[in-house]
């Protein structure tokens, strides 16, 4: 246990695909259908985004992309709505989807004593609940402005890239964090500078450019297998019509879904 002769250390966690078997905005689909606030046509691209996201990971482009989706899907949106929204699938769509050992290695870590951090690209208004009832000492999602109680669609802080490893440091000067003696996880190679702003780097679940430069640098690679919610939530997916998908394509869609259930099928056999 940490003494006045131990180093402070925290243990800094990636959420989506991290901790969480899918990602955690998407959870949120058919409660944002359920209240008229995702479109058909708009819940084709997030539809597929998000296969595309899960079977091949995110480059900068696609961060990009997303972010952009982000922006244009809050706009107008009731603060308070999506607080319900977000509450209602708590406990029944998004805490199911969590990796059991992502779990366990969380308490884990706080058993140690050490601060554990979700630092999320996802929206802090999900980040922060997840967080919370994973029992994060703190949580830093993406922000988004509001006004009169409505989302302008303007993305205050967008907490991907470089600026993970910002709030690190940030968070180390703040708390007193010895990030030479602190532990982080991702699977995501758009995570690379908040893994390298740690001593104690860990791919989880990483994707092809992370797990090849885990094993260049030697650092430890988790596989975790998906929770049963995750195949669960994945045949939820509605596969939409070619009207609907617009200039997505529907066989684009069936495809990457189609592609994603291999992918999960396959982790679940895997030790």
Avoid at 25 to 44: E, N, Q
Avoid at 69 to 79: P, R, Y
Avoid at 110 to 137: C, H, I, K, N, Y
């Amino acid at each position: 246990m940490p003494s006045d002769t131990v180093p402070r250390a925290a243990a800094f966690f990636d959420l989506d695909k991290t901790v969480l078997a899918a990602s955690s905005t998407f959870a949120l689909g058919r409660g944002l259908r359920r209240r008229g606030l995702l479109p058909p046509r708009t819940a084709a691209r997030s539809a597929y985004a998000h296969a595309t996201y899960m079977l091949r990971g995110a480059d900068h482009l696609q961060m990009e992309r997303m972010r952009e989706l982000l922006s244009e899907l809050v706009t107008g949106w009731d603060t308070a709505v999506v607080r319900d929204v977000v509450e209602e699938a708590l406990e029944d769509v998004i805490v199911p989807l969590v990796y059991p050992e992502a779990a366990e290695l969380l308490r884990w870590h706080a058993e140690f004593g050490r601060d554990v951090v979700v630092v999320s690209s996802g929206a802090q208004e999900v980040v922060g609940p997840v967080g919370d009832r994973l029992g994060a000492t703190l949580t830093v999602g993406s922000t988004m402005e509001v006004v009169d109680d409505r989302y302008t669609g303007r993305i205050e802080r967008y907490t991907y890239g470089p600026e993970k490893a910002a709030v690190l440091r940030r968070l180390a000067d703040e708390r007193g964090y010895d990030l030479a003696a602190s532990y982080a996880y991702s699977d995501s190679m758009t995570d690379l500078p908040m893994l390298e702003a740690v001593g104690r780097p860990h791919a989880v679940n990483p994707d092809r450019q992370l797990a090849a430069h885990a094993e260049t640098a030697g650092w430890p690679v988790l596989e975790l297998v998906p929770p049963p919610a995750a195949a669960r939530s994945l045949a939820a997916v509605p596969v939409p019509s070619p009207v609907a998908v617009g200039t997505v394509g529907a066989v684009g869609v069936a495809t990457a879904t189609a592609g994603l259930g291999w992918y999960l099928a396959r982790r679940r056999r895997r030790p």
